[in-house]
């Protein structure tokens, strides 16, 4: 069936021209929208589907509508752990060390709860788009409860297959009962790529090659899914210079900076986004700008774990591709897209002033920016032949009260606020705020008798 979204206060397009439409309206057919325009120009023939009720009509009177926002960095099974006392004042190595005898206790029920708990956060919050880092398979887990998560929850997914290999007894951080044998790592990878991966347009699920960081594989588990990952036609996602004892590692382990390792092993161009680059230098920027590489940048969780500010306004001012992620629930704690933003763009200006970033470039990072680091050509905008994925949001809520005289900037400046409709793949999935995929009370009620029983086990030390 067609559907029509029309009397949107403004209709935010992130097309070429960023054109902010007034009364403003668009036309999906399927998975991709067909018309976008002000509602008083609305093609005649839509009128006549609107009038013999062979179209879904969706009032958008007093919201402003905007394309999906796109999350390039996640690890949903965190959502079982926030706030753990042991790791809230912790920098990144001593947090990790902190958790992953925790998380070796997981489950694959626990890895299918907490990614529809965590993508119900993401979709009420405006999030259409999203990448999960799964990087540890304890006790049978497999990147395939995600995805069947995924599925249920009618959410665009870019399923990362991450690994670890590089236990303590070989020099890395993590202890070695939660790392495979690469030889397992490659084998699964190709088979998950093989299985799942749809490349094309309008996809809702596409798989990636994601080996976890610097400091918990090999050289050689990173060069060999480099030539799987470009084999497939799949992308390429990691961990980069997230902190200081990040660089330091690098530079001890490889006698290299982050950026040159990347370089070295093959881990730059248009199919490659590493998260954070806290610490990207000017020579990495340089790099990344020239490659076509992206980046996940995780405000919230840089300011968690205290790494640092990363050189957003030069990676942009540079050419580098920038998207926006939430990171894990156990480092940033939340996961609200649209918070994000907001956070993307205090944090800017926190470390470069009040014209480091404006509210209309934080929206855009959040969805045509996160849409190019994932390579997709087909989300993040709204304008024909791009997927039906668009947002609305209630500007008559209290948190956007007195923001009328710019209510595209309230969206960013002012308190985020959740979604009142959210459409993805043609697909109405939040309706009047209220979720419509899951029964998300029941969902909430198996996260937390699950959250409860990772702790019983790891403190009964899985008796």
């Not at 788009?129 to 540890?136: A, E, I, Q």
């Not at 248009?270 to 700008?289: N, P, R, S, T, Y």
């Amino acid at each position: 069936m067609t559907l029509i979204a029309l009397n949107a206060d403004v209709l935010v397009t992130m097309d070429a021209q960023r054109r902010e439409i007034p009364d403003g309206a668009l036309v999906a057919e399927g998975p991709a929208v067909q018309w976008v325009g002000a509602t008083a120009d609305l093609p005649l023939e839509y009128r006549r589907k609107i009038d013999d009720g062979t179209a879904q009509v969706i009032d958008m009177r007093g919201h402003v509508v905007t394309p999906g926002l796109v999350n390039t960095h996640h690890h949903m099974y965190q959502s079982l752990t926030r706030a753990v006392p042991a790791a809230q004042d912790a920098e990144l190595f001593s947090w990790l060390t902190n958790l992953y005898m925790l998380w070796s206790h997981l489950t694959p029920e626990m890895i299918r709860v907490s990614t529809k708990t965590a993508m119900a956060e993401l979709m009420l919050s405006g999030c259409t788009t999203t990448s999960d880092h799964l990087y540890l398979y304890p006790n049978g887990s497999r990147l395939d409860d995600s995805i069947a998560a995924a599925q249920e929850m009618g959410m665009r997914f870019h399923a990362a297959r991450g690994s670890m290999s590089v236990g303590r007894s070989k020099g890395g951080l993590p202890p070695d009962v939660v790392v495979e044998e690469e030889a397992a790592i490659l084998r699964d990878s190709q088979r998950l790529v093989e299985q799942y991966h749809d490349g094309s347009r309008h996809a809702m699920l596409r798989m990636v090659l994601a080996p976890c960081s610097p400091f918990s594989v090999s050289r050689d588990l990173m060069r060999e899914s480099a030539v799987m990952a470009r084999h497939y036609g799949v992308s390429l996602h990691t961990h980069l210079a997230e902190n200081d004892n990040d660089i330091a590692y690098s530079r001890e382990k490889f006698g290299l900076t982050p950026a040159q390792y990347a370089e070295d092993l093959g881990w730059v161009g248009h199919d490659v986004w590493h998260a954070h680059c806290v610490k990207l230098d000017d020579e990495g920027i340089a790099l990344f700008a020239r490659t076509g590489t992206g980046v996940a940048h995780c405000p919230c969780s840089n300011m968690r774990l205290a790494s640092g500010i990363a050189p957003v306004r030069a990676m942009r001012d540079a050419g580098v591709k920038v998207g926006l992620g939430v990171d894990g629930s156990a480092s940033n704690d939340g996961a609200h897209m649209l918070g994000e933003a907001r956070q993307a763009l205090l944090l800017q200006r926190v470390g470069y002033g009040p014209a480091a970033m404006s509210a209309r470039e934080a929206l855009e990072i959040a969805t045509l920016g996160g849409a190019r680091v994932l390579n997709r050509d087909d989300i993040g905008a709204l304008a024909p032949g791009m997927s039906a994925d668009f947002v609305a949001f209630d500007m008559s809520a209290v948190g956007f009260a007195g923001g009328g005289h710019d209510p595209v900037a309230s969206l960013v400046f002012c308190t985020p606020a959740n979604v009142a409709t959210s459409v993805i793949n043609g697909r109405v999935v939040v309706r009047d705020g209220e979720l419509l995929t899951a029964d998300l009370p029941v969902v909430l009620s198996q996260h937390r008798q699950l959250a409860r029983t990772l702790f019983e086990r790891a403190r009964d030390g899985g008796a």
